[in-house]
């Protein structure tokens, strides 16, 4: 009844929240096109490279990169998606976790990481935050993602897991700290909760987030779950913050 219902909304005309336009999705193929090009990007980081993919020069130094293996971003945060994040994040609107999924699932390299059966997991929000906000929008995002690889083949269904990660007490806001900072202030800001360790021994886990800007957040959840007895450790964000921001 529920993906029945979410079918019929998906398939009811809307105005693009970007350029107006209807009827169309909220954000309609043309602003997709102009805003989310086709770019190259780190495998490990996801920020964009002037040629092939492969590792940037800071990934090449970084012996933490490591823990995250491979990195997909569908955007990069900037107009218009910034303001969608906003949105989605800070202002109840849970359901743009739809249309991001939507376009994650539009990168080649999403569809190669689920065809691996990864165990999906979501980047946790302290409790404080998480009761300000009311949701997890990277558990949403996980959740969208599911419901549209059950309705819309040939992205494979896999395993998801709301708890596996605990984010223990609360940390400074991270938004002015550079990346060493960033790692600092999240060392030891992640565990594995114990009652689900054994699902991740031997496992790829995939973490879905909604932003990455450093990837200081992606690598501390990484080296937690890796310590737990996964095997491979990949990620997955909406978008990536451009290295100048």
């Known amino acids: 009844m529920l993906a029945a ?10 105005t693009c929240q970007v350029c107006a336009a209807w009827p169309t999705q909220p954000v309609c193929e043309a ?3 102009r805003f989310a090009p086709p770019q190259s990007r780190c495998r490990a980081c996801a920020a964009v490279l002037p040629g092939e993919p492969g590792l940037c020069s800071a ?4 012996p933490d990169a490591a823990a995250v293996q491979q990195c997909v971003a569908a955007v990069d945060y900037a107009y218009p998606w910034d303001g ?3 949105r989605f994040k800070f202002r109840s609107e849970p359901g743009w976790a739809q249309p991001f ?4 699932l539009q990168e080649p390299q999403t569809l190669q990481l689920l065809q691996t059966r990864p165990l999906v997991v979501p980047i946790p929000l302290t ?5 300000e906000r009311g949701y997890n929008q990277a558990w949403e995002l996980v959740k969208a993602l599911h419901a549209r690889c059950r309705r819309h083949p040939p992205a494979p269904p896999f395993d998801t897991l709301a708890t596996a ?3 223990l007490g ?3 806001d991270q938004h002015s700290l550079g990346r060493e900072a960033r790692l600092r202030n999240l060392r030891g800001a992640f565990a594995v909760h114990p009652s689900h360790t054994h699902r991740l021994v031997g496992r790829h886990v995939l973490l879905v987030d909604d932003v990455t800007t450093t990837g200081a957040t992606l690598q501390t959840a990484a080296q937690a779950v890796l310590h737990a007895g996964a095997n491979r450790v990949s990620a997955l964000v909406f978008a990536r913050t451009p290295a100048s921001r």
Do not use: D, F, N
């Not at 219902?5 to 809307?14: D, G, K, M, Q």
């Not at 999924?101 to 994650?104: F, G, M, N, S, Y």
């Not at 409790?127 to 009761?131: D, F, I, Q």
């Open 5 to 14: 219902r979410h079918a019929i909304v998906e398939s009811l005309p809307a």
């Open 31 to 33: 602003c997709i096109q």
């Open 59 to 62: 990934c090449l130094t970084r």
């Open 84 to 86: 969608l994040i906003a």
């Open 101 to 104: 999924a939507q376009r994650l």
């Open 127 to 131: 409790a404080a935050r998480l009761g």
């Open 165 to 167: 990660l605990v984010r």
């Open 170 to 172: 609360e940390t400074p």
